[in-house]
């Protein structure tokens, strides 16, 4: 459980600096639910290409890991439909609040931004009451 | 060019930082989530550790006029705190529990995520391309 730590720790400085380039570099906020979705929707056709290549080393380097080391376990529920709809929520929900983890939490809470850090109180109420009914209640997850 | 080539490296970093975390496995998020079963605490030191470095560069940029490439910086948002922002992040958090996975692991786990990933990516790219018919719904409601 230790290492757990060690590993969380270090990948989040890799996620932080990630950031911190694409902030001081390319003069952006790092958000992936941004990213994604103005690609999507097409509401952000001017950074279109930066923002594929963006998601292209997004997947690329995991998948290199995945190669070099193995695959990892994601540990996904195998009944659809429950990702279905947590896809939907997931999806539907950082367009409406613009950002989820990445750009609320951490590029928005780093800066000490109120809406970062309401967002992130409510996403992770939201998320902790989910777990509470789905996995305690209803057991479905 | 070079905006381009930057963006693939803080994509790279940043799916490279999500993969060896372990945040491309949803049971060490559902695990943080989880107050009321066995609680795993390594988002926290995820988050807290990707603070550390964007606290210093949003330093560094308050000192800069433009980014190294030229670029404007993001102007910050009114500080708002509307319906939007309230509601949607409580749907997002209730699906991030649901599933375990947020957008950028759901991207940097889509070589190894098998069928169930691609489908959660799909459902969250519906979900994301029906978001604003959902805000002028909620917008008209909270008229």
Known sequence: MQADWIWGFAGGIMIGLAAAIFLLVNGRIMGASGIIGGVVDGSDRARGSENLMFLLG?????????????????????????????????????????????????????????????????????????????RHLIGVI | ???????????????????????????????????????????????????????????????????????DFPVPPAPKIGHNLVIGSFLFGAGWGLAGLCPGPAVASLSYGGTGGIVFLLAMMAGMYGAPALRVRLDRLAA
């Open chain 1, 58 to 134: 997004l997947a690329a380097v995991p998948a290199a890991a995945m190669l070099i080391f193995g695959r990892p376990d994601t540990h996904l529920t195998p009944i659809l439909p429950v990702v279905v709809v947590a896809g939907l929520l997931v999806g539907a929900g950082t367009r409406l609040a613009n950002g989820c983890t990445s750009g609320h939490g951490v590029c928005g809470i780093s800066r000490l931004s109120l809406r970062g850090i309401v967002a992130t109180v409510f996403y992770l109420l939201g998320g902790g009451l989910s777990v509470l009914i789905f």
């Open chain 2, 1 to 71: 060019m070079g905006r381009n080539i930057f963006s693939l490296i803080a994509g790279g970093l940043f799916g490279l930082g999500l993969h060896l975390s372990g945040m491309t496995d949803t049971t060490k998020v559902q695990g943080w989530l989880d107050i009321f079963g066995s609680w795993d605490p390594t988002l926290a030191f995820v988050l807290g550790g990707a603070i550390l470095p964007m606290a210093v560069a949003w330093r560094v940029a308050a000192r800069m006029q433009r980014s190294t490439l030229g670029i």
